[in-house]
């Protein structure tokens, strides 16, 4: 398969599962498709976010050896909403190592905090964040209190998520 083509050809869950069902259990092919994801082509980028997450799904371990540029990827400004919701419903399924815990927790709070974000991306910052309280209990007063401070401001999404955070489930 030509991936960079078939990424191209459409944006629909059959080409996704296509993708998905091409990677396989294959880590040279999801190399492949890691490496289209963190290309400078926008539109391939954000094509390949999809099947990029659901391939983590599958095989987390997949991801082990790209999570510095899985990193770099969410920190760049101009990231699609697609790149960046796909990369943060990533990191809700994975132990994120220990040296990037920091810098995720500060991304996913300016995510949160952000009049512009998108609510998805929101909302799976809010998973990312609250699985990190877990590990850092200090970090659960400041996310509760984001959460109530925008609460009446945000989407559906938000509320749903926030209040299940509140409430500790």
């Known amino acids: 398969m030509d991936l960079r083509t078939q990424l191209l050809q459409a944006h629909s869950k059959e080409n996704c599962n296509l993708i998905v069902a091409w ?6 092919r999801f190399d492949e498709l890691f490496s289209l994801f963190v290309s400078n082509e926008t539109r ?24 510095s540029a899985l990193f770099k990827n969410i920190k760049k400004q101009r990231n699609h909403d697609a790149v960046k919701r796909h990369t943060l419903r990533i990191l809700q399924t994975l132990d994120i190592p220990k040296k990037f815990q920091g810098n995720v927790m500060n991304i996913c709070f300016d995510i949160v905090q952000s009049m512009e974000e998108k609510p998805a991306v929101k909302m ?42 509140l409430a500790g489930k």
């Open 124 to 165: 799976f910052s809010l998973v990312v964040l609250d699985k990190l309280a877990k590990l850092y209990p200090e970090i659960k007063a400041e996310l509760h209190l984001i959460i109530e401070t925008q609460m009446p401001y945000e989407s559906l999404a938000f509320k749903s998520r926030g209040e299940k955070i």
């Open 23 to 28: 990677v396989g259990s294959n880590q040279t």
């Open 44 to 67: 391939v980028v954000q094509m390949s976010s999809w099947p990029l997450s659901y391939c983590v799904e599958a095989h987390p371990k997949f991801i082990q050896t790209h999570f």
